[in-house]
């Protein structure tokens, strides 16, 4: 498969700085695959997984943006909080992607280590960071398509 091109389009990261450690190397995927198929990259980054949406919203609000691409990562820990952000964090990204009009791809990795979230992140599995601005590419060429 040939990555998608993004020449002439926007895009905004927008990533949580909880576990900044892991998501600075999704951050790091997500824009050299968007600089790699020629997009202009905003970075933004919020507190943690659960204020994604909210930022991300905003950000597609001001129409500057052809893509948003959602970069954290929640660790489950001993407490229901690991399933209230990250079920959270993916409704409102759902959300968002369903309702405004700008291509959302969501690199949340919601795991139970470290370890599993390092292998996301640019280790045994690739980088998840990458892989969601590549969907965000596409489905934003595929929104200018519909719409011509």
């Known amino acids: ?14 990533a949580s700085r909880w576990n900044e450690f892991i998501v600075d190397k999704l951050v790091a995927g997500a824009v050299e695959a968007l600089g790699q198929a020629g997009a202009k990259v905003d970075v933004f980054r919020c507190p943690g997984a659960f204020e994604l949406p909210g930022l991300s919203r905003r950000l ?9 691409v959602a970069l954290g990562t929640v660790l489950r ?7 209230i952000v990250a079920n959270e964090s993916a409704r409102g990204m759902g959300a968002l992607a369903a309702e405004a009009r700008v291509a959302v791809g969501f690199g ?4 139970d280590t470290i370890e ?4 996301r ?18 489905m934003a060429n595929l929104y200018a398509a519909i719409s011509r």
């Open 60 to 68: 597609a609000e001001t129409g500057r943006f052809q893509g948003i």
């Open 1 to 14: 498969m040939t990555t998608p091109r993004a020449d002439g389009k926007r895009f905004a990261v927008v």
């Open 116 to 119: 599993q979230a390092l292998d």
């Open 121 to 138: 992140a640019g280790g045994k599995t690739g980088n998840r960071g990458a892989d969601a601005a590549l969907v965000a590419v596409e």
């Open 108 to 111: 949340v990795l919601a795991c």
């Open 77 to 83: 820990g001993d407490t229901a909080h690991f399933d």
